[in-house]
């Protein structure tokens, strides 16, 4: 098993392009979420999602889009990316309400918004 | 509102010393409890997890952790550190409220003397 994984592992932006971080997962997880990593704050949930074509909101999700075709993909969109979003981005998934709710956490994705 | 705290921002430890990391949580109820520890330019890794039964829980890499209710603690503890556990390390709650959620505190980073 590859487990979680997620590309590009650094970006560069300019304020206003878009670009989409994939993650993927081979374990058959229901749940995944995208987090950000910024320093002294821990990690904050961005979206999350339970299931294929069910996703929804977390603590900071404004600047952020998801979907979720398959169960293996759960791909992360900036429309417009601002210097804010410089962060750390980690995608985790889990099992459902099955399983004893431990995430699995991909590499991360350094992205830097100029 | 729940909400984990992580009292120490940086601790620093000799080679050999024992280890505690403090973790409290605010949460009404008893909590799903994790520690996961993010090695530089990582994911995270669950160390250990707590849901019921023996409040005292053992992990990985010789790492244990005490769930002590009367404090809202779960406290984590190492009796010999090696420079190999230099990492950051972040406490966090499940919270099974209409769907599980997880809530991360901000992280110790834990740095080793020789």
């Known amino acids: 098993n590859a487990g979680v994984t997620q590309t590009p592992k650094f970006q560069v932006l300019k304020t206003g392009q878009s670009m989409t971080l994939q993650c993927a997962q081979d374990m058959n997880h229901e749940y995944m979420s995208w987090y950000r990593q910024d320093p002294g704050m821990g990690l904050r949930l961005i979206h999350y999602s339970v299931g294929a074509g069910i996703t929804d909101q977390g603590e900071v999700p404004n600047g952020y889009n998801v979907s979720r075709s398959t169960t293996e993909d759960f791909p992360l969109r900036l429309l417009s990316a601002a210097p804010s979003q410089t962060s750390v981005y980690f995608c985790?998934?889990?099992?459902?309400?099955?399983?004893?709710?431990?995430?699995?956490f991909g590499p991360g994705t350094r992205l830097t918004v100029t | 509102a729940q909400s984990v705290t992580q009292p120490d921002i940086h601790i620093t430890v000799s080679e050999g010393a024992s280890l505690e990391l403090r973790c409290n949580y605010s949460y009404g109820a008893t909590p799903y409890l994790f520690w996961y520890v993010q090695s530089p330019g990582q994911g995270l890794q669950l160390l250990l997890k707590?849901?019921?039964?023996?409040?005292l829980v053992q992990g990985i890499k010789g790492f244990e952790a005490e769930f002590k209710r009367s404090q809202s603690s779960f406290n984590l503890r190492k009796p010999s550190v090696h420079w190999s556990d230099a990492a950051e390390y972040f406490c966090a709650v499940g919270l099974n409220t209409g769907g599980f959620k997880t809530i991360f505190g901000a992280g110790t980073r834990l740095f080793v003397k020789a």
């Open positions: 985790a998934s889990r099992l459902g309400t099955m399983g004893t709710y431990e995430q699995y």
């Open positions: 707590y849901f019921s039964g023996d409040t």
